[in-house]
């Protein structure tokens, strides 16, 4: 099963070019819609290469979540890209969710507990 991603973990990789260690480790990575419109709003150039160079490999794929209810439930405490990879996770059943917000950990965390 592919990990589902925040926009962080990805940004994050493609700025230091380490970004092939998550198709390394996970093989491919799914993100929601509102993480790949934030990926795709990066200004730097080079970072967003990077990211495209990921999609266009087929190991970074868009997946939009069907959660809605979720969503906007999440959306009340944590952005919209992190509240749909949270979502995307849940409906997905995904071993691995990839962000870095404690907060938004800790609502992935009680969430796993109720699905």
Known sequence: MPAVSNTSPIFNLACIDRLALLHNQFGAIWIPGAVDTELREIPDRAIRSRVDDARTGGWLVVRPTT??????????DLHEGEAEAIALAVETK???LLRDEREGREFARRLAGLY
């Open 67 to 76: 959660e809605a209810d979720l969503v906007k439930l999440l959306t009340v």
């Open 94 to 96: 995904s071993d691995w």
